[in-house]
């Protein structure tokens, strides 16, 4: 006979909500947290979630914050590594190779890596990018030994990522001058 009185499995119901405060709490700080951290700068779905379970929150919270993130279009991947790629080849450039290791590092995957990588190839040529490194840097060896000066041109160019083909270019290049 039912009665004045709630059942035992609606005073679960009742109850649910208040238990579940906390994780609403959570989610709603790991929110503010990934906002945080997408404000001072772009970041891949990796780095964010890397970031967010530093900081101490479970997985189903970085889950559900990651989700809603890549939902609104916040957090993007291809995006990011266009960006990535752009931000580096105005700020310090580099060649692919580092290109491919950075974006690699911070979980973009590969097919994403090549896209970012192909359209920076139709703006930018690496042999001229490099070129331009390179003569800056030998003007700047001018007082040591001419193939001491070349030596470290190659080692510097390989070490920024360009192509073996494209450094050996510049290298004959420059010993021609």
Same mark, same amino acid.
């Given at each position: 006979m039912e009665g004045p009185f709630p059942k035992e499995a609606d005073l679960r119901r009742e109850v649910a909500p208040k238990e579940t405060d906390p994780l609403r709490k959570s989610l709603q700080k790991a929110k503010n947290n990934a906002y945080s951290l997408l404000r001072s700068r772009p970041r891949s779905e990796h780095e964010l979630r890397q970031r967010l379970g530093m900081k101490g929150y479970g997985t189903e919270v970085v889950e559900a914050i990651v989700c809603e993130l890549k939902r609104s279009g916040e957090i993007d991947d291809g995006k990011f590594a266009r960006l990535w790629v752009e931000s580096r080849m105005h700020s310090n450039p580099v060649g692919d190779i580092v290109l491919r290791d950075e974006l690699k590092a911070k979980g973009v995957s590969g097919p994403l890596i090549e896209a970012a990588l192909e359209e920076k190839a139709a703006n930018y040529d690496?042999?001229?990018?490099?070129?331009?490194?390179?003569?800056?840097?030998?003007?700047?060896?001018?007082?040591?030994?001419?193939?001491?000066?070349?030596? !470290? $041109?190659? %080692?510097? /160019?390989?070490?920024?990522?360009?192509?073996?083909?494209?450094?050996? !270019? $510049?290298? %004959?290049? /420059?010993?021609r001058t």
């Open positions: 690496e042999y001229k990018v490099a070129l331009h490194m390179a003569e800056e840097r030998f003007g700047r060896l001018k007082k040591i030994d001419r193939k001491k000066a070349l030596k !470290r $041109i190659y %080692d510097f /160019l390989w070490r920024r990522g360009f192509a073996q083909d494209t450094v050996q !270019r $510049i290298i %004959d290049e /420059l010993v």
